[in-house]
């Protein structure tokens, strides 16, 4: 099922860009991102045409979704007296970095547990975690099983300093946040969706958040986008990740209309072993968008959402008259952890 049925409850651009304009805000992103055409790709895959959303382009030290996210977030830690952040993610992840950077930006010290890092070479977001400056803290695999222990400790240590710790996995704001720029990233999507006069739009992406933020958006504003969510990561079930906060987000934002898991087709068959090991697939896919429109997508998220992207047009699972938009998300710096499979792989 898509979301076809227009929104008889739908706002106008005004209405919606008020509900996100009523949540304090500092300056941090790149925006708008640019819209741009891929007619390389489109030509050799010759399937229907394919547009990117350049949400790589946000700028927070080499772009990504968060540059968005911290631009809501970051406010409502520095108002709540927070001076200090604690954030737990993974070795190569680029949460971590954009967190750093928005950090740094706004005066906040930076805590950064990072799992399965013991021992890892000091590349991509790690090595920028490092250069950013953050405490870091390079979990081998047993202590990773108990992150969150080890990060509560060191908030009861940096408390008892006369520090007030934000642990970011302990708010629910940190998990509803990243959808409210993308509504507003809807809301320009719409005004250079009309600019290009492109029509039968089906934007793909991760099934995450951001995608979530553009549902949400099209569906206030009674648009008849189709969405299509990549899963990347087995142990992050989509429940518990967006689905479970769809009524938080409605609420907190008061709109209309929320997203449902029927809103987006979900399509779970390109994770490969899991989550950080890149595929075959993906490694192709990565070389095929950068040699035909030289777009960089990531092994972890991006990369995935393309290889199932071109997978889909080979096998002519999108229609020929739709615009496929391929929403990218970020993640460049995580390609260079990835470098010895990427240099080695023959394509
Ligand atoms: C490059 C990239 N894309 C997509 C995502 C998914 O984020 P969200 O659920 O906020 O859309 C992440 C998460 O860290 C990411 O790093």
């Not at 739908?10 to 941090?28: E, G, T």
């Not at 640019?34 to 790709?41: D, G, I, K, V």
């Not at 907190?252 to 899991?274: A, Q, R, S, W």
Request: charged share 25%; with cysteine.
């Amino acid at each position: 099922m898509s979301i076809n049925k227009i929104s008889k409850k739908r706002l106008s651009v005004k209405q919606l860009q008020s509900k996100i304009d009523k949540f304090p805000r500092i300056k941090i992103a790149h925006t708008p991102t640019p819209l741009e055409e891929m007619p390389n790709l489109t030509k050799t895959l010759n399937g229907p045409k394919i547009w990117v959303k350049r949400e790589d382009m946000t700028g927070l030290v080499y772009g990504g979704n968060k540059a968005r996210h911290y631009e809501f977030e970051m406010p409502v830690i520095k108002n709540e007296g927070y001076d200090t952040i604690i954030n737990i993610m993974d070795y190569h992840s680029n949460n971590a970095r954009m967190t750093a950077a928005a950090a740094n930006k706004t005066e906040l010290k930076y805590i950064l547990i990072l799992k399965n890092a013991y021992n890892r070479k000091i590349q991509g977001n790690l090595l920028l975690d490092k250069i950013l400056g953050s405490e870091l803290h390079l979990l081998d695999e047993k202590q990773s099983i108990n992150a969150h222990d080890y990060a509560t400790k060191l908030k009861i240590k940096y408390e008892k300093e006369g520090h007030k710790v934000y642990l970011l996995e302990d708010h629910l704001f940190p998990k509803l946040v990243g959808m409210i720029g993308f509504v507003e990233a809807g809301i320009e999507l719409k005004n250079q969706i009309k600019e290009n006069q492109l029509n039968n739009i089906h934007i793909i992406g991760v099934a995450g958040r951001s995608l979530c933020g553009l549902i949400i958006a099209s569906k206030n504003l009674g648009l008849d986008w189709k969405f299509t969510g990549v899963t990347v990561n087995y142990d992050m079930p989509l429940e518990g990740y967006i689905f479970r906060h769809n009524e938080d987000i409605q609420n907190l934002l008061d709109v209309p209309m929320t997203f449902y898991e029927t809103d987006m087709k979900i399509l779970d068959n390109y994770v490969g072993e899991g989550y950080g090991v890149m595929t075959s697939q993906v490694a192709e896919a990565i070389h095929l968008s950068a040699q035909t429109d030289a777009i960089i997508c990531d092994p972890n998220y991006t990369g995935t959402v393309m290889a199932a992207l071109i997978d889909q047009v080979r096998k002519k699972n999108f229609n020929k008259n739709e615009t496929i938009i391929f929403l990218h998300t970020g993640g460049l710096p995580a390609l260079f952890t990835f470098s010895e499979e990427l240099a080695s792989f023959s394509f």
